[in-house]
């Protein structure tokens, strides 16, 4: 076996998960099953491996029912974002550092950007605010960026891995600039960056699912499946991926074009990176400013109003009664009093 570190990285914290928390029958014959869990979980992930497992036991995770997602045929298109299972914790694993949350080409990257906005526009409420036109055409740039390039610092090996693709891109010997990946690096990578992160920044709620996409595969999924990750592990953090994480990695995830090569052939690649997962997690967020509903501040005022006037009514209709009481008692001590003040000159005619 030769996997990568991140791989097997997943298989060596099951393997410690199970050893420390399981019935070590159960260990034995899930080794058997699966080879990789002792091969890996005693390799040079073994120490990484095994600080994930105590960063899970400090938080509470249900480390007896750990499972590789292999394990539990977990597959997907694009690749799922679960790793491991913790019990009912759908597990993305990562490597201590910078990590990235998605890298894809051209046409994966344009499928997750469509499947948030699919979904956002389910809701009539962000229809308006989503800017669909100008979306809409940066998804179609990225979709259709060049998948079969040649760095030109690449080129010999190309021509050896893949002679027969390469000499298509070249022209009397020389690479065609429709194939160089430099001449499309500086006509385009800073333009198509620039317009995906002016967007982001002025359009949170797309923002905030796209990176929940990137995180957790929930729209291209569905928020229950088994490929859809719900939890994130390090050799040093273990935490929910909530709305609190996602409003954080939005904080600090950074987002650039990169060279993707193999056997010579270059596309570029579009990647959501953050420095480090458990960083992240760290992260003070500001306090978020209370909206101001004016139909709840109008309906406020307007009910206070009617409370003043009706208090004022009463108030005056209560002075009223007094008044009129205080007469129909006191009447007749009234026109006494008030008699008694008239003087009454009698003049004689002359």
């Known amino acids: 076996m030769s996997e990568g570190k991140g791989v097997q990285l997943e298989w060596a914290i099951v393997y410690w998960a199970l050893k420390n928390a399981a019935d070590p029958q ?13 091969e890996y979980g005693n390799g040079v992930m073994r120490d990484a491996a095994i600080a994930a497992v105590a960063a899970a036991t400090k938080a509470g995770a249900p480390l007896a029912l750990a499972f590789h997602s292999d394990e ?48 956002l526009l389910e809701d009539p409420s962000f229809e308006e605010d989503l800017a669909q036109d100008i979306l809409e055409g940066i998804v179609e740039r990225i979709e259709t960026t060049p998948t079969k390039m040649i760095d030109p ?67 291209a999924f569905g928020p ?14 273990y935490g929910p991926i909530d709305a609190k994480y996602i409003k954080k990695t939005m904080e600090v995830v950074k987002i650039q074009v990169r060279a993707k090569s193999r056997s010579g052939i270059t596309s570029a690649a579009f990647r959501f990176d953050v420095a480090s997962a458990s960083k992240t997690a760290a992260v003070e967020l500001e ?24 208090t004022v009514m009463r108030w005056l209709q209560n002075f009223k009664n007094t008044v009129i009481e205080f007469f129909e008692r006191n009447i007749k001590r009234v026109i006494k009093a008030v008699t008694n003040q008239l003087t009454v000159d009698i003049v004689p005619e002359e």
Do not use: C
């Open 153 to 219: 610092k690449n080129l010999a090996k190309a021509m050896v891995r893949k002679k027969n693709q390469a000499l298509k891109m070249l022209s009397a010997g020389q690479l065609l600039d429709d194939y160089n990946w430099k001449v499309w690096e500086a006509n385009n990578k800073k333009q198509i960056t620039d317009e995906i992160i002016s967007y982001l920044d002025n359009n949170y709620e797309f923002k905030y699912r796209l990176i929940e996409e990137a995180l957790t595969g929930k729209s």
């Open 72 to 119: 539990k045929a977990i597959k997907g298109n694009p690749e799922p974002k679960t790793d491991i299972l913790l019990g009912d914790h759908r597990v993305s694993v990562k490597m201590e550092g910078a990590i990235q949350l998605s890298s894809g080409e051209g046409r994966s990257t344009a499928a997750m950007f469509r499947n948030v906005m699919t979904n």
């Open 287 to 310: 306090p978020e400013e209370e909206t101001v509903d004016e139909g709840k501040w109008e309906g406020l005022l307007s009910g206070t109003k009617e409370k003043i006037h009706t």
């Open 26 to 38: 159960v260990l034995q014959q899930r080794v058997q099953d699966f080879p990789a869990l002792e």
């Open 224 to 237: 229950d499946d088994l490929a859809t990750a719900d939890y994130i592990l390090t050799p040093s953090y």
